[in-house]
């Protein structure tokens, strides 16, 4: 139902509703520019619509710069706009870039803005000891972590974990309660109805793939899996390394090199069509 009505509003309002949301820019969300695209495609579904995305500079490290987060909030709210909420990535998908949690959070603080933090790909990292930094700043101003068990977590599609610390904002919204499902353990408060935390009613029971991993594996061979995963990524950095034909272009802590051959893209954009073109 929500993305039918966002396709008959869209075709309704001749595409304005996806460019400029159905609050006509009164509020607006920030992220890294280099966030995963999902992020500019929830504000259409939302209503806010792409204009009130804002795409946050980065620094040298590809990360988000809490400095130009800060400089666009103050833009915003002295133009009239509420600061919504700002995504953080762990672990960006274009180079694994690892936003500074710690730094952005106070911001997010200041302004009223909900904090969510995006670590899709990498949050499992931090099932080993040793990686653990990459969650820095979460525990303390996090509004809202999600992480996806059937990235690097060897469970199946589809698994997203979802964590809010106040789950009343979340109810909040989405709550509806019709004669049909009144009960009295939901009204007494003895179960937690997963219904109003997610748009349908219905709930899938996705716990039990990753409950099947980890008694599997157990958390040692978790652990192993990713700490294989990130030796194997830094065996090849190092070949990329000491080859004069290629470049490492972005820090890499995790299991993503992100890297090119020296020249120009068209140079790149011939050797990517030709590795592909092996079907290997």
């Keep these: 139902m929500l993305v039918t ?3 008959a509003l869209h075709r309704a309002s001749g595409g304005r509703v996806a460019r400029e949301g159905i609050g006509l820019g ?4 920030y992220t890294s520019a280099e966030a995963n695209c999902g992020f500019e495609k929830a504000a259409r579904i939302t209503g806010l619509g792409s204009s009130a995305v804002r795409f946050i ?5 590809l990360s988000m710069d809490p400095q130009a987060l800060r400089a666009a909030i103050e833009h915003d709210v002295g133009h009239g706009f509420t600061p919504v909420l700002v995504m953080a990535t762990v672990g960006t998908t274009s180079t694994g870039a690892i936003d500074p949690v710690g730094l952005i959070g106070p911001v997010c603080r200041e302004y009223g803005a909900w904090l969510h933090v995006d670590a899709a790909y990498a ?19 996090a509004d809202s972590y999600a992480t996806n ?6 469970t199946a599609l589809d ?8 789950r009343g904002a979340l109810t909040g919204a989405l709550s509806v309660l019709p004669e049909y499902l009144r009960n009295g ?10 219904r109003d935390w997610q748009v349908p009613l219905g709930r ?4 039990l793939k990753l409950w099947a991993v980890i008694r599997w594996y157990g958390a040692a061979g978790l652990r192993e899996h990713i700490r294989h995963s990130v030796a194997l990524a830094q065996q090849f950095a190092s070949w990329v390394g000491t080859d004069e034909r290629f470049e490492v272009l972005a820090p890499h802590p995790l299991s993503l090199i992100c890297f090119r051959l020296r020249g120009d893209d068209s140079a790149n954009r011939e050797l990517l069509d030709a590795v592909n073109a092996t079907g290997r």
């Design 5 to 7: 009505l966002l396709a």
């Design 26 to 29: 009164r509020y607006v969300v």
């Design 57 to 61: 500079e980065t620094s040298a490290d």
């Design 123 to 141: 949050g499992v990292a931090a099932i080993c000891p040793e990686l653990r930094w990459i969650h820095a700043g979460v525990a303390e101003f």
């Design 149 to 154: 068990p059937h990235k690097w977590l060897l």
């Design 159 to 166: 698994f997203d974990a979802c964590y809010v610390a106040d």
């Design 185 to 194: 353990a939901s009204e007494s408060g003895a179960v937690v109805d997963y």
């Design 204 to 207: 899938r029971f996705r716990a």
